[in-house]
């Protein structure tokens, strides 16, 4: 049924006010939204980083070969007259040709050694073949495995041939003689480097590839045939390793002009500088700087490496030109191992860039192997321009009048580039041309401070960032800054470091290595650095000492655990939080760190952090805390009772409202388990003897008189939700699926008075627990044994815990975790049990050695209910076998349960997932519970050994890693829902309006007046018996809860959104709902009589059901035994009165959850902090069954079983807080709702149908009105000011707020007007005059004003 299109499109709701969302809405906090709700907690994937270098090289020897041959020049090139003449910048003609060979040779050695002092340099004048061997293989002998330089220059012999040869001499200079680039290769080796300044230099590059195919093929055929005269031979290498530079193409010769030098390949590639300026002048545009001169050329003042001078200037562009070309061009490993592995050929690369420039200019192209993509285009060429430009424009003043030299603006501007695409670049971009410069600006102090804040901002882009600038190289140098001692400095290389740490954690052994842990140490300690700042430096050092004992060592030594004890209570929650960290990894598994803190009290003061506000702080407190107690070193008395200490401490954790801080307190005492297994394996074997003699009431035999009892003839009680294993809930069957079976399941339920229902297992009682049934004591610790030990040792109750003699810590730990193992929330349930399973196991080992247990009738237990919880420890014992048919308890699956007529066919076994039946069907009855198994042979492979560190090994809960990941990611960018063009945030505002929308048409309508309320707009079978009704506020979606489950339909079309199991045990019951950010992103909370609480997320749309979280929102309620409908056995006989489940009240505006029921308190939950914030006793002998509060006037409501109504202030203290109490009814209170108005009052109502209303300042009622006996369910219209009465007689009556009864519905329409069933709940939406009705025939309907109104 569609709310009347006329309405909703009349002409009275124009576009104006249509328009205009509620401020309110933007203004509501929003509760569970935080990334540890929405995220899972795990550390980001690592990336591979490939930046480092895996084998840096030197470049330890060159050879020079200078074929010239002064005076004499080949006949097979017939030069130009004049040409070009100089070699090295030396005319060979102007002295004799022997001193001329020995100047060029000595000039060519200097001009290399600029580039690479270092190396051994041997030259080569002339030579004949042998000489050159001789050359080659000393040089390659003495290099062993670093690279070797060879050198030609063949500009006195013919060109090199199609044969793969090039030219070298006779003794006597009579003959030039061919020498093989084969042979070349085999006394140079590998790895090499080889340069060839000749012309049609292109051949031999084609040689050498082929000759080193060619050897390659040799070897495969001597590695095959041994009789190969190569196999006996060493391997020769392999020539993949070798670079060749090659002056031109193989066609091609050398430019001959005079105003060129001869070696122009070898001058680009030696004397870049110098060529690059003779050149430049040599072009159009060089008129353009009037004045400048090839000899002034020669005199520009300066030294090369001097970044002061113009020379060196220059020299420092040009080095920054060229490899951000190289960077942008390049694919990254071949920029990596061409410009970032060796020093020499990286300068001769970054100088064959320019020599590809100058000489396609002449019609020539230097050839590379590996091949570069052409490079001489590229738009950086034409800023080295700008740059040569504006330094030689200001030679003639500076060489004549001696005028100061001013610096070139390249730098800046190159950094403004860097800013622009910074600033103004879309997400997806490519990466920003300038991050080499950037690199090279660091080395400048002009210009660091700027460099340093654009590299951080950079870097903040996430991870792709941090790993382009480290593959660009950026690590020595941010590296060597940490040396520095300038202030300004600080906050912004802690940033580029937590940037760097958080992507790439292996840096912590460069920075040790290098002292810089002390850097980060001192700005951690200065107490005038903003807190971020120091947040990052703690994470810093938290990386450092992760699992890396020398940087524990270091820090140890450096004061880490004093300087970060003094930041523990630091108002801001990130550094608390990383400080905690830190700590518990300092002194992760290092005995020094943890005495130097037991010395400090360390663990006194990590206490005040267990009750922090933020929940991730409280996590951090509990890591470092449970690190302390796991240290593996030798046992004093001393360390004893300090663990002790701590594990008492932690203990009180154990009802924390945050399933992370409870996973990490899991994972915290699982520690202190591994250091004293022995005394909790005797715990263990305590509580499992004393589970077989403790016989639990077991809710389902305290059947009631009234009732039909239980079914109880079978051990397998068939569950209709197959959502596999409660851990599986979303993976395996998904939740539509499971609904289609479960419609067809329902059809043919109208027969005989036990017929299945999937809420309650059968009609009558509650649902049969297998509780305490002898089935159970079969299995090794499973869910319900454990459930079966937590309650007999609650009997003692769980609040005796903290403060016992310390002889009992250890049961005590034993309990809190068998609390834990029930916990509401699967991953911290299974956490537990794993810690339980894994001592219970080694317990009956050690118990019993004489026979080894077979693992796997020990280590699997059956998922006797859909919560055990499947992660069993798996050892490595065999699969079991296929169970029998008596084993269907075992699945979760059972396709259809058979008619109850019927003899009892069982379901065909179906297993899911962890839940392999263990073997315990095939046993006798009278099987003890340790005892082997049948026809199981003895496992040898399983050796208690290998378990401790089972436990201790698997049980992480990523939290550290998780929080890293904030280091990772933008920290700068506007969060997406602050972005007003979002995504988000339209979608946000799109609900805010439809909200509007909602609250005026409803509103117009209710203030018209409801006369009548009995249109049928919706009717449908539930697929359980509904307990729970709640109308979404602003969707037309309702929630129906039965008994464990969630059933979601869309009242307007009809039709089912969602099924899903609520996954509380089966001996508890769902008994209040509330939606919470309903006005946003909806969350369903569901509340159930055991007091647990769960939220969930993604329901009614079309992807799965996710639980956001779960706690224990009452610690000390038993569940107790419902009958049919609990307000119908209620009224039937009072004495046998079950209780009120768990009730509560939510207030969006304050994120505050009311939470009561079975118990002596209200317990007040603050859901942003994720902690109880205040117990108020209720000063009744009954339970709670209504809670309504009021923000504003900070006045709660409540509604009780002994038929008083008390009015709570929060805002005093736990004995003054009760400020008004009403005895009128007599009887248990349906409801109790206060007003929200200033004046609002409270309405209450009883079982006996009197409506009572009271002015909170008055002592007496207002006003009294009587409605039906018999009440089963009631609720109260917020707006419209009527009431419903749903009654066990099988009828509803709604009542305006006179007492008129404005409509009595009794029948359904259709079905041949079928009577409707007794009421189990009802509830009122909170805009619209809709009344929503569950009834016990399973039947839920929707009635609502006539149609006119609407």
């Known amino acids: 049924m569609k709310m009347d299109s006329d309405l909703l499109h009349s002409p009275a709701v124009g576009l104006a006010e249509e328009e205009e969302p509620d401020m309110n809405d933007w203004k509501l906090p929003l509760a569970f939204m935080k990334k540890r709700h929405s995220e899972k907690i795990e550390g980001s994937k690592a990336l591979a980083q490939s930046w480092r270098m895996k ?117 006597n200079y009579t003959q030039y003689i061919p020498l093989s680039i084969y042979d070349l290769q085999t006394w140079m080796g590998s790895p090499s480097i080889f340069v060839y300044d000749c012309s049609n230099a292109g051949i031999i590059v084609k040689s050498f590839k082929q000759f080193a195919l060619q050897r390659e093929q040799e070897l495969e055929v001597a590695a095959i045939n041994p009789n190969h005269p190569l196999a006996q031979m060493p391997l020769p290498p392999s020539m993949k390793n070798c670079i060749q530079l090659a002056a031109c193409e193989a066609s091609e010769l050398l430019p001959m002009n005079p105003d060129l030098p001869a070696d122009l390949f070898t001058s680009c590639l030696t004397t870049p500088i110098k060529i690059a300026l003779r050149w430049f002048c040599m072009q159009k545009s060089a008129k353009l700087v009037p004045g400048v001169t090839l000899d002034l050329i020669e005199k520009i003042p300066g030294r090369l490496n001097d970044r002061r001078t113009p020379l060196g200037e220059l020299n420092w562009i040009f080095t920054a030109i060229t490899d951000t070309i190289a960077w942008n061009v390049l694919p990254r490993d071949l920029f990596q191992k061409l410009f970032r592995q060796d020093l020499l050929v990286a300068s001769l690369f970054r100088n064959f860039l320019l020599a590809e420039r100058i000489m396609r200019s002449y019609n020539c192209t230097p050839v590379s192997s590996p091949r570069l993509p052409p490079t001489y285009m590229h738009a950086m060429w034409q800023a080295w321009d700008l740059a040569v430009d504006i330094c030689l424009s200001q030679l003639p003043t500076i060489i004549e009048e001696g005028t100061a030299f001013r610096h070139s603006p390249f730098f800046a501007e190159q950094l403004t580039a860097f800013q622009v695409w910074l600033t103004m670049g879309v997400e997806n971009r490519n990466p920003p041309e300038q991050l080499p410069i950037v690199l090279q600006v660091l080395l400048s102090q002009v210009h660091r401070l700027r460099a340093l804040d654009l590299l951080g901002r950079f870097l903040d882009l996430g991870p792709w960032a941090v790993s382009l600038a480290l593959s660009v190289g950026i690590f020595p140098y941010v590296l060597k800054l940490l ?149 593996s070193a030798e046992r004093t008395d001393h360390s004893t009772t300090i663990d002790h200490n701590v594990a008492m401490m932690l203990a ?87 609904n289609k079976s479960l419609q067809n399941l329902n059809l043919n339920e109208e027969g005989g008075p036990a017929a299945f229902s999937p809420g309650n297992l059968s009609t009558s009682s509650s649902a049969s627990s297998t509780l305490g049934s002898p089935d159970n004591d079969e299995y090794i610790l499973s869910f319900e044994t454990i459930d079966k030990m937590r309650r007999v040792s609650s009997y003692s ?149 290998g378990h401790r560190n089972y436990i201790s090994a698997t049980l992480q809960t990523g939290l550290c890693d998780w929080s890293a990941k904030y280091f990772a990611q933008p920290v700068m960018k506007i969060p997406e829902e602050h972005d007003l063009e979002s995504q988000v945030r339209m979608e946000r505002q799109w609900r805010f309006l439809r909200n509007a929308r909602v609250r005026r048409q409803s509103q117009r309508i209710t203030q018209r007046g409801v006369s009548r309320l009995d249109d049928q707009i919706f009717i449908n079978r539930n697929p359980g018996v509904p307990s729970v009704v709640k109308f979404h506020p602003f969707n037309a979606c309702i929630a129906v809860a039965d008994k464990d489950s969630i059933c979601f339909w869309d009242w307007e079309k009809g039709e089912r959104l969602d099924y899903f199991y609520n996954g509380n045990p089966r001996y508890t019951r769902i008994t209040a709902m509330e939606y919470l950010n309903g006005h946003d992103c909806s969350l369903l909370l569901t509340a159930t009589d055991d007091g647990a609480l769960r939220i969930w997320k993604n329901f ?195 009542y305006n707020a006179n007492g008129d009864v404005i409509s009595n519905i009794k029948y359904y329409d259709g079905f041949m007007g079928q009577r409707i069933g007794a009421i189990s709940c009802l509830a009122f939406h909170p805009y619209w005059p809709h009344l929503a009705v569950g009834s016990n025939d399973f039947y839920m309907s929707i009635y609502s004003a006539e149609k006119r109104l609407r």
């Open 55 to 171: 084998d840096r090289m030197k470049t330890v020897s060159v050879a020079l070969v200078l074929c010239l041959n002064v005076g004499v020049d080949p006949p097979d090139v017939v030069k130009t007259s004049p040409c070009a003449r100089l070699e090295c910048w030396i005319d060979p003609l102007s002295m004799s040709p022997q001193k001329a060979l020995e100047t060029i040779g000595a000039n060519l050695q200097k001009q290399y050694e600029n580039w690479q002092p270092r190396a051994r340099y041997k030259q080569s004048l002339d030579p004949t073949v042998d000489e050159v061997k001789k050359l080659c293989t000393s040089l390659r002998r003495n290099a062993k495995e670093e690279r070797v330089l060879f050198h030609y220059n063949g500009h006195g012999v013919p060109r090199p041939t199609v044969n793969g040869e090039i030219w070298v001499f006779n003794k």
């Open 1100 to 1294: 009614a749309d079309q992807k799965n059901p996710e639980m956001v979280t779960a706690w224990q929102g009452l610690s000390d309620m038993l569940p107790t035994t419902r009958g049919l409908a609990r307000r119908v056995s209620i009224y039937l006989d009072r004495s046998k009165q079950g209780g009120a489940g768990m009730v509560v009240d939510w207030e969006q505006e304050t994120g505050l959850l009311m939470t009561s029921g079975d118990v002596r308190v209200i317990r007040i939950w603050d859901t942003e902090r994720e902690m109880k914030v205040q117990d108020i006793p209720t000063g009744a002998d009954s339970c709670v069954t209504s809670l309504s509060c009021d923000s504003q006037r900070s006045l709660i409501v409540a509604g009780l079983g002994d038929g008083s109504v008390r009015v709570y202030d929060r805002r005093m203290g736990p004995n003054e807080c009760r400020v008004m109490t009403y005895r009128e009814h007599g009887a248990w209170v349906v409801k109790a709702h206060l007003q929200k108005e200033t004046e609002g009052h409270i309405i209450s109502v009883s079982v006996n149908g009197d409506v009572r209303f009271f002015e909170p300042r008055t002592p007496d009622s207002v006003n009294v009105l009587q409605t039906v006996k018999g009440l089963t369910a009631l609720d109260i219209h917020p707006q419209a000011n009527l009431f419903a009465c749903g009654s066990m007689n099988q009828f509803i009556a709604v």
């Open 797 to 945: 109750s769980l609040n005796s815990l903290i403060g016992v003699s310390f002889n009992s810590v250890y049961t005590q730990i034993w309990r809190v975790l068998l609390h834990l193992a029930a916990d509401p929330f699967p991953e911290v349930s299974d956490l537990a049990m794993k810690v339980l399973n894994s001592i219970a196991y080694k317990a009956t080992m050690n118990a019993r050695p004489q026979r080894i247990l077979d693992s796997g009738s020990l280590t699997q237990s059956a998922p006797a209910s859909p919560t055990s919880k499947g992660t069993h420890i798996h050892q490595a014992g065999g699969s079991p076998p296929m169970p029998s048919a008596s084993s269907s308890s075992l699945t979760n699956e059972v396709p259809k349960p058979p008619p109850r007529e019927q003899p009892a066919t069982r379901p065909p076994y179906t297993p899911t997932l962890g839940g392999q039946a263990p073997h315990s069907h095939q046993f006798p009855r009278t099987r003890k519970m340790f005892d082997k198994g049948p026809e199981q042979a003895a496992e040898d492979g399983d050796e208690p050994g």
């Open 483 to 631: 040396q520095s001692s300038a202030r300004e400095l600080r906050p912004l290389l802690v940033f580029i470091w937590a940037k760097i740490l958080a992507v790439d954690s292996s840096c912590q052994a460069d920075l040790v290595k290098d002292n810089g842990h002390k850097y980060f140490l001192s700005v951690l300690a200065d107490n005038y650095m903003p807190a971020e700042h120091r947040t990052m430096a703690v994470f810093i050092l938290a990386v450092i000492v992760n699992s890396y004992n020398t940087g524990q060592e270091a820090c140890l030594q450096g004061n880490l655990i004093a300087n970060c004890l003094e930041q523990l209570s630091d108002p801001h929650p990130l550094l608390r939080q990383w400080v905690a960290i830190c700590l518990g990894r300092i002194w992760q598994n290092f005995d020094s760190a943890r005495w130097c803190g037991v010395r400090d009290s360390a663990h006194e003061k990590l206490y005040i952090l267990l009750s922090d506000p933020i929940p991730e702080v409280r996590c951090a407190a509990v890591f470092a805390l449970g690190t302390f107690v796991g240290n």
């Open 652 to 738: 009180q954790l154990i009802n924390d409202g945050s399933p992370v801080v409870r996973k990490e307190l899991v994972v915290a005492l699982s520690h202190l388990v591994v250091q004293y297994e022995s005394n909790f394996c005797t715990v263990a074997l305590q509580f499992i003897e004393e589970e077989k003699n403790y016989s639990v009431p077991s809710p389902a035999n305290t059947a009631e008189p009234g009732n039909l009892t239980p079914v109880r003839d079978s051990p397998a009680i068939p569950r209709l939700r197959s959502v596999n294993s409660y851990t599986n809930i979303r993976a395996a069957t998904t939740a539509r699926n499971l």
